[in-house]
């Protein structure tokens, strides 16, 4: 059995591969079946050779003078991205912006489930969005060791980012999205 290797990806190609994908869902609308290294090059304002040394990380994609089938680059590049997995996710911080994002109609297009949402504000706990209650931060932990949960979308004020992050790691949280117009320091 022939044992993988783990790709290390330097953070550059993935912003890239994130433009591609755009690019190729640009091409799919338009109704485009194919398109080139050229071509993405000139619309992602990079050069060929950089489009196929990224694309080169997975595999081989193209066929010389013919190009790329964008159904099959785009499904290429949203498995090597991850986005076809599904991540079960919670919001913390329910106030407008948690609300906004709690109710993002396409949230399940990029494989988001809300499976949680947290606040303090005795005024909004007990209370529902959609199916989900909003519970208090205090349930935190019993709930992300229970379900398994490791993705939280963090819409605290900024003055309480910080120390809602670290209570998130603490749970076992192991990716934060951060809406708080703040940078988070690591925590220990």
Do not use: C
Not at 36 to 41: I, K, M, P
Not at 110 to 137: A, C, K, R, W
Not at 148 to 163: C, D, I, S, Y
């Amino acid at each position: 059995m022939k044992k993988e290797r783990a790709l290390t990806i330097p953070s550059a190609t993935v912003s890239r591969l994130v433009t591609y994908l755009r690019i190729l869902e640009e091409l799919e609308l338009a109704g485009e079946p194919r398109t080139s290294s050229s071509d993405l090059a000139e619309r992602a304002q990079v050069t060929a050779f950089q489009v196929r040394k990224d694309l080169a990380y997975f595999g081989r994609f193209g066929k010389r003078g013919m190009g790329y089938s964008v159904a099959l680059l785009k499904r290429e590049i949203i498995d090597a991205l991850g986005l076809n997995l599904h991540w079960p996710v919670i919001v913390v911080g329910m106030g407008r912006l948690g609300h906004a994002i709690a109710n993002f109609p396409v949230a399940a297009e990029y494989q988001f489930e809300y499976v949680g949402l947290f606040d303090v504000d005795p005024q909004v706990v007990g209370t529902s969005i959609g199916n989900l209650p909003i519970l208090h931060m205090s349930q935190l932990p019993s709930f992300v060791h229970e379900r398994g949960v490791k993705m939280a979308f963090l819409t605290v004020p900024p003055e309480r980012a910080q120390a809602t992050a670290e209570k998130l790691v603490q749970a076992g949280i192991t990716s934060i999205l951060n809406f708080a117009p703040i940078v988070l320091r690591p925590t220990q």
